[in-house]
């Protein structure tokens, strides 16, 4: 079975695929959610699971194909332990897929940054599914002597799996052979997920052993152990669709409210020199990437601005305003308050998502947005505001952008896919967490900036002595973007085309 050109070409697809991104992209495993990895690699490893229900069911109809069938009658081997035999022999491919998952999940773990904790029943689902789906193969072939049914019985499956990926917000989806999540959703930690995975690999198995159970009765197994089976199957498959179909519980539902406002409860604390970091549990190897961010901003300013204390506080993204995903406003006189009697004033906030850059993913604006919160607090002395866009304007406004793009190789990937997701208008905005909160530039600003980073990339030191010599001008809130750049030696922007808005002056 494992041999079956279905099965070998599936599974080798899957290692072409992963090994080419591990070779060739190592980058993209760093700062993995390991609970969030554990159940996006269920949908990719569907493909073996086709493989073996289409190789089962070729080889059960093979005496049916090739007009056989008459000759099993002179076996001593009774039918029902030569299907007994086919339906065993669907576990060495489950045995393969659990191994690729358990090898997919140890490369993300093994990856920089690796945060959250692996979900068992996640990682071992794929395999039970792959059982299942072999089982149906043999049962179909019983059923129906056809290879057209295995065909039919994939789209149908196929239905039911994009049924299950794309009904998010229902507990129905879970009734599917894989459950979806939304995509654009941020990572929550491990425990305000609320995904009832050991209830759902309860359920797969159930319906494994009902579906094994059939065919063994179709095939003349004794009644009374066909008949326990479906019992037993019965006993599992109904609670586990009561459990895993509940909606998500009230304590959930107030974790979330509550961590969205006071996430110091749950969060532990660094000291790096001046630097305060506080992150979730699972989130602390995040606290590296920040800091490197951080450290190359604090690396670019006079010393007596690198000398004061900041801090860093984890959140969690802010829930949309409406139904249709409109960015909703930071309850940013709550963070405040709170970071004022945790002893972290003025904390910059930073989200529970992080990307290596270069990967064209929404992690990236979260890593151009806390790189630009942290400049904008270096910069002004204050932290961002929370009620809509903050216009950052003038000589502030190019330095700020300076400041959040130069910092990292992570931070100018990032700006690169920013700028290819945003298709004009008025002024350029660096927001995070999800929330219309963030610097906004305007199109001359941007343009100094852009010549600030241009030359920072031909020669960061001479970049950095001219800014911290002129420190105090560049970044007065009166300096325009003229004076700006002839005090960096700069061409001045053009004027803008149109009325921004924005920064208009």
Known sequence: MVR?????????????????????????????ILHVQSYE????????????????????????????????????????????????????PAVVVLLLSSLRMWQFAAADGAAGRVEIAEVVAPAVVVVLAGWLGVLGAQLVHSVVLAPVALAVLGLLVLVGLVSVDSPMRWLSLVAGEDAFGPPLPSDLMYRPAGWHLVWLSALALAVLAVALLVSGVPRRWGVSALVIALALAVPAATMQTRPVPERIETARERLLLA?????????????????????????????????AQLGSVPKDVAARRYAVRQRLSVPAADEFGTSGAAPTKQWNELDRRSGTPEAVSAATSWSAGGQDSFAENEVLGFSAAFAFRVVSGKPIGGDGLTPTCGGRGAVVFWLATAATEDTRLALRTLKSHTEGGYGFSMPQLGAASGPQFGSRELALGEAMLAMSEKDRPAMVRRVVAEWDELTAPSTSVEDAARLLGLPRPPAAAVDEGTCAS
């Open 41 to 92: 690699l269920q949908s990719p490893l569907l493909a073996p699971a086709a493989g073996v229900l289409l190789a089962a069911n070729l080889a059960a109809l093979r005496p049916y194909r090739y007009g056989t069938i008459g000759s099993y009658e002179a076996l001593s081997l009774p039918a029902w332990r030569r299907s007994l035999a086919l339906l065993l022999a669907c576990v060495p």
């Open 4 to 32: 079956h050109p279905a099965v070998a070409g599936s599974v080798l697809l899957i290692v072409v695929l992963w090994g080419w991104e591990a070779v060739f992209s190592p980058e993209s495993a760093d700062y993995a």
């Open 263 to 295: 996430p110091d409860a749950e969060q532990r604390c660094e000291r790096r020199e001046q630097m305060t970091y506080c992150a979730f549990s699972e989130f602390v190897p995040y606290i590296d990437a920040w800091h490197g961010v951080v450290s």
